[in-house]
């Protein structure tokens, strides 16, 4: 029982430290959560049973990080938003020299008229 609760301990600290330095840092709190909670009852077993817990304090070790790491990204890293007209314009130039292109093709093997090329709507 002691061993399933150090493993669930360093898988969730470890998955906790991975997700701290992903983009989805919040996630980690959850499994830092996890861990901890974990972590404790592997502690507790271990000083029961007078067994050494050098494991357990390494997946506490690695919490800490995990948390240390998420928090700062959740105080120093803010995501702004930018231009989206200037985005939107892009997309809307794209896809105009888009058509223009396939105008510019010899689609006759297509059974393809101009007007069908006409008829896309561009604010798809």
Known sequence: MRTL????TVIAAVL???LSILPLSNLAFIL??????FGVIAFHL??????PNHTVKLAFLLTIIAISFSTYKALFNSLEVGNTEQL???DKKSEIEALEKLK???LEYLNL???DLEEIDIHQ
């Open 46 to 51: 271990s000083n029961k049973q007078d067994k």
């Open 32 to 37: 830092a959560g996890i861990a901890i909670i």
């Open 113 to 115: 008229e101009e007007n």
């Open 5 to 8: 609760f150090i493993i669930f």
């Open 104 to 106: 510019d093709l010899d």
């Open 16 to 18: 906790a430290l991975v």
């Open 88 to 90: 939107q314009e892009t």
